[in-house]
């Protein structure tokens, strides 16, 4: 039997802007078409929306309002339509991607060690 080789999904490339959100990060910021206003302060992040879309005649008018409570060090990514949003994903920079995809090779060994003894 050949010797198992190991995969990982293969790492985005793709960069994101956005901000690590500690206990004293503050700002106010709007979106380039001025609908998306957001403030960060104390740990709250406060989004108001104020959008009208026409679309085939079809008219609608959005407001809201949302105040998110934020743990200290959470990643929020911009998004032009909807400005800083909390992602799906967990984030880390370009460093720390580097780091962890160096330390995956070493995870393997002990698995290939075994299977040789075992083989």
Known sequence: MEKPE???VAPS???FGGVRVMKDTEFETWNDDKSVHQTL???KLVTEITREQDYKG???KEESKMTTELPEGIVL?????EG???PNYNMVKVDEAIK????TESITKPIE???QVGG
């Open 6 to 8: 190991y995969f990982v």
């Open 13 to 15: 490339k793709k960069l």
């Open 41 to 43: 302060k104390d740990l």
């Open 58 to 60: 079809i008219k609608s």
């Open 77 to 81: 990514i911009w998004g032009e339509e």
């Open 84 to 86: 800083y949003v909390v």
């Open 100 to 103: 962890m995809l160096e330390n």
């Open 113 to 115: 060690e075994h299977n």
